[in-house]
């Protein structure tokens, strides 16, 4: 089954854009805060990076599409927390 995050070969979603140079590896404060907070949370053994994968991909289409790269990270682990009770 293709998912939205599957778009391979697919048009009209522009082009990918290139990082060059010496940028850093996070926009935003918060970026950088959701990284720390899955790595903790997938060394504490909440979750392995399969269920963090699928629980990306599994987000709904046009909320995938909307997400930047880091929301999507901070959707994925909102949804496995509550998946599992943790709160």
Request: charged share 25%.
């Amino acid at each position: 089954m293709s998912r939205v995050h599957d778009m391979g070969g697919q048009e009209g979603f522009g082009p990918v854009p290139v990082v060059l140079g010496d940028e850093p590896p996070f926009t935003a404060d918060w970026e950088a805060r959701v990284f720390a907070m899955s790595s903790a949370l997938r060394t504490a053994g909440l979750f392995n990076g399969d269920e963090f994968r699928d629980a990306i991909e599994s987000l709904p289409p046009d909320v995938y599409l909307r997400a930047s790269y880091y929301e999507r990270w901070m959707l994925a682990i909102e949804r496995l927390m509550e998946a599992k009770g943790v709160g």
